[in-house]
């Protein structure tokens, strides 16, 4: 036996009473049709809102009730303000991204779109979410936070933000720095070895804080036996004076 249907075109559910299903025999009886009307909007003018109740949308309907009248229409968010952004605007026109690169005093640049941090191109290579650049997956550090165990910025990108939070400078002005020492310490003139590069000394009379500094005060690049001594010895000339004169008189 044929399992009989709804009569109602292109409607497949089982049949209740009268030829029809339960939703449209139930849409009959109380609207006295089996056509779905309209989606019913808020009649407050310029509000594009669903209706909720009362001939108005939720908000408009609290408003009413709460304050006793309707007050001015609810305008629908605006969105950023940049060219293709699209999302919605936070602050002075601009997305969270954008109004974040206008702080920092950065041109606005179109935002990248997010990708997952396991995604590779055909030579295995990791893209970096800082420089958009696809690199080795060697040259990013591990952290166990992320899906791949990976750092979403490169190793160089990070150094930029290190360089840049704690001493108002970055990368390229820092190869530029050592590039002008001739490679190596400012005092020794060692070469850093593999490992820890050398240390950006500043004067902390200006920036007392050990690991900031304004960027306004920098005065080169130590190994760390050097930028060591200058720490043990805080700075002070008449101190490295007394220990140039206690080692001269040592000498035979």
């Known amino acids: 036996?044929?399992?009989?249907?709804?009569s109602v075109p292109e409607c497949d559910r089982p049949h209740l009473a009268k030829g029809m299903c339960g939703r449209h025999y139930q849409r009959l009886r109380s609207t006295g049709s089996t056509e779905r009307k309209p989606e019913r909007k808020c009649s407050v003018d310029g509000c594009e809102r669903k209706h909720h109740g009362h001939g108005h949308c939720n908000t408009h309907h609290a408003r009413l009730l709460s304050t006793g009248?309707?007050?001015?229409?609810?305008?629908?968010?605006?969105?950023?303000?940049f060219s293709n952004c699209g999302r919605p605007a936070v602050s002075r026109g601009l997305c969270n991204s954008h109004a974040n690169q206008a702080k920092r005093g950065r041109p606005l640049t179109?935002?990248?779109?997010?990708?997952k941090t396991t995604v590779r191109d055909e030579h295995d290579r990791k893209r970096c979410s800082t420089c958009g650049e696809w690199?080795?997956?060697?040259n990013f550090y591990p952290n166990p936070k992320t899906a791949d165990n990976l750092?979403?910025?490169?190793?160089?990108?990070?150094?930029?933000m290190r360089l840049s939070r704690n001493y108002g400078i970055g990368v390229s002005q820092y190869e530029s720095l050592l590039l002008a020492q001739g490679g190596g310490c400012a005092i020794c003139g060692g070469a850093p070895k593999d490992g820890p590069s050398l240390h950006v000394d500043h004067d902390h009379a200006c920036c007392p804080d050990r690991?900031?500094?304004?960027?306004?005060?920098?005065?080169?690049?130590?190994?760390?036996?050097?930028?060591?001594?200058l720490g043990m010895f805080r700075d002070d000339v008449s101190r490295f004076?007394?220990?140039i004169a206690y080692l001269k008189r040592g000498r035979r």
């Open 241 to 243: 004076e007394s220990a």
């Open 110 to 115: 179109p935002l990248r779109s997010r990708q």
């Open 69 to 81: 009248s309707l007050g001015t229409p609810i305008h629908q968010r605006k969105t950023c303000t």
């Open 211 to 229: 690991k900031r500094s304004c960027g306004s005060c920098l005065r080169g690049l130590l190994c760390e036996d050097c930028n060591r001594v």
């Open 151 to 160: 750092n979403t910025y490169c190793k160089r990108c990070d150094r930029n």
């Open 135 to 138: 690199q080795d997956p060697a």
């Open 1 to 6: 036996m044929t399992k009989r249907t709804c």
